[in-house]
């Protein structure tokens, strides 16, 4: 059975960092990916991280402030995120592509986590 099982979120102040963290089992996945979900809002790409290319990618909206991070062996990922935004409150998941599918488009992810809520105060 594939699980991904997302933590770290909880309420922080504007200008705190957070880092949350995605425990994947029942399979080993070469790309993972950060998605999140703000209130009246569709969910939306963050980040991901190609193992086997080693690349990452990030929305604009939180590029130089967010960072994805892997380790393979523990089929584990993170996401640092620092100089937090009121506009990063959403609820964040962890997700892995189907085969062939894009990892910017929610519509493509075959797993999902059930999510971590960050909120940020202003």
């Known amino acids: 059975q594939v699980q991904l099982v997302e933590s770290g979120g909880g309420l922080v102040q504007a200008g705190d960092s957070l880092r949350l963290s995605c425990a994947a089992s029942?399979?080993?996945?070469?790309?993972l990916g950060w998605f999140r979900q703000a209130p009246g809002k569709e969910r939306e790409f963050v980040a991901s991280?190609?193992?086997?290319?080693?690349?990452?990618y990030y929305a604009d909206s939180v590029k130089g402030r967010f960072t994805i991070s892997r380790d393979y062996a523990k089929n584990t990922m993170w996401l640092q995120m620092n100089s937090l935004k009121s506009e990063d409150t959403a609820v964040y998941y962890c997700?892995?592509?189907?085969?062939?599918?894009?990892?910017?488009?929610?519509?493509?992810?075959?797993?999902w986590g059930k999510g971590t809520l960050v909120t940020v105060s202003s």
């Open positions: 997700a892995a592509p189907k085969t062939g599918g894009s990892i910017f488009s929610p519509k493509d992810m075959k797993y």
């Open positions: 029942g399979l080993t996945f070469s790309t």
């Open positions: 991280s190609n193992w086997s290319r080693q690349s990452t």
